[in-house]
């Protein structure tokens, strides 16, 4: 059996274990909106490693992204349950956003969390994240933007360009507890330059 497919049957194992043992949300358990456009609370089995966190969001943001079209443009607030979003674009060019936690999320994972993004696409094309883990307080406006980025394994460097189709996957983990968690996933196309 091939190396890669093994790696990937083992973590499809831990995880699956992980998922029964610790009371995890499963991932088709998220909230009833487009898929374009939602996220859910997590549960984050006791004493899960946190690669295999990373491992069980990214195939769940893989599956999402590979089936969602970009069929809204990343302007203006994307409101949810755990985070709103609010995007722009700048005369220059730049694909702005703000992230901000909502209060019922806060309730659920305190005072600080950690935003990072495990996941991101650009014309589905796996691209290093554009946003590093973050530990903050949970009322931070967790804001990036990107302009350049590099595709997963290659250093050549790529403009966003109107109409591109973007992806981003946020992960949310809790100081105070670390069970739980939350992930926000976005699919949209880029907007003409200046779109707000």
Request: hydrophobic letters at 35%; charged letters at 20%.
């Amino acid at each position: 059996m091939p190396q890669k497919r093994q790696h990937s049957l083992l973590i499809c194992s831990v995880l699956g274990a992980s998922l029964l043992a610790g009371g995890a949300v499963p991932a088709h358990a998220a909230e009833s909106h487009s898929e374009a456009d939602a996220g859910e609370l997590i549960s984050i089995a006791e004493g899960e490693a946190p690669a295999v966190t990373y491992a069980r969001v990214e195939q769940r943001a893989e599956e999402i992204h590979a089936r969602t079209a970009a069929d809204k443009k990343c302007t203006g607030v994307w409101k949810h349950s755990v985070a709103n979003v609010d995007w722009d674009r700048t005369r220059a060019g730049t694909v702005r956003w703000n992230f901000k936690l909502t209060a019922r999320t806060r309730a659920k994972l305190g005072p600080a969390v950690t935003v990072s993004m495990p996941n991101a696409w650009v014309n589905n094309h796996a691209i290093n994240a554009p946003y590093g883990p973050h530990p903050r307080a949970s009322t931070y406006n967790f804001h990036g933007s990107m302009k350049k980025y590099n595709r997963k394994g290659s250093s050549t460097k790529h403009t966003i360009r109107t109409k591109n189709k973007i992806t981003f996957y946020w992960l949310v983990t809790s100081h105070s507890n670390p069970r739980a968690g939350a992930t926000r996933y976005i699919t949209c196309q880029v907007p003409p330059k200046g779109s707000g």
